[in-house]
């Protein structure tokens, strides 16, 4: 195979792929899903519904998290979130509840894996322009020295 063909046998691989699947842009919640190095957001037909007041043990952080969400849904000034703690202390639950509170407002969350990192620049574009405010979440997010998904959101968004 010469090298031109090499070249572009992953883009003629991608003209034969079957077409991803359109977005449902009437849920609430999403995950990034992959095929052969393209991605779409599909749709989570029922998110958790983790209400504030079922979090016991974390009232600072409820009203830190709801404060900055509710900021973020107005258009106002609003920080970046990044939750640290033990396995099982509620990280996750809290952004379920924000979900939860404020989706009838406009927000959307789209969930996405470590290993899909390298493809938030495509997220970015797809939700470009739209009217909703969207929470793009990495549950799970470590890093080992040399990951793509480090390197992915250190060089877009640092």
Same mark, same amino acid.
């Given at each position: 195979m010469s090298g031109l063909t090499r070249a572009l046998a992953p883009m003629m691989n991608r003209l034969d792929a079957p077409p991803l699947p359109p977005t449902d842009w009437s849920a609430t919640a999403f995950r990034w899903r992959t095929r052969g190095g393209r991605g779409w957001l599909e749709a989570v037909k029922q998110p958790h519904r983790i209400r504030f007041?079922?979090?016991q043990g974390v009232e600072d952080q409820k009203q830190r998290i709801a404060q900055n969400t509710k900021q973020f849904?107005?258009?106002?000034? !609003?920080?970046?979130?990044?939750? #640290?703690? !033990?396995?099982? #202390?509620?990280k996750s639950s809290l952004v379920k509840a924000v979900l939860n509170q404020f989706a009838a407002k406009g927000l959307r969350l789209i969930e996405v894996d470590k290993g899909d990192?390298?493809?938030?620049?495509?997220?970015?574009?797809?939700? !470009?322009?739209?009217?909703?405010?969207?929470i793009i979440f990495c549950d799970d997010l470590s890093f080992e020295s040399g990951e793509p998904g480090y390197k992915a959101i250190k060089s877009r968004y640092a």
């Amino acid at each position: 195979m010469s090298g031109l063909t090499r070249a572009l046998a992953p883009m003629m691989n991608r003209l034969d792929a079957p077409p991803l699947p359109p977005t449902d842009w009437s849920a609430t919640a999403f995950r990034w899903r992959t095929r052969g190095g393209r991605g779409w957001l599909e749709a989570v037909k029922q998110p958790h519904r983790i209400r504030f007041e079922d979090l016991q043990g974390v009232e600072d952080q409820k009203q830190r998290i709801a404060q900055n969400t509710k900021q973020f849904v107005n258009k106002r000034s !609003a920080n970046n979130v990044l939750l #640290t703690g !033990a396995r099982g #202390t509620g990280k996750s639950s809290l952004v379920k509840a924000v979900l939860n509170q404020f989706a009838a407002k406009g927000l959307r969350l789209i969930e996405v894996d470590k290993g899909d990192l390298v493809h938030l620049p495509d997220i970015v574009d797809l939700i !470009a322009g739209r009217r909703e405010r969207v929470i793009i979440f990495c549950d799970d997010l470590s890093f080992e020295s040399g990951e793509p998904g480090y390197k992915a959101i250190k060089s877009r968004y640092a």
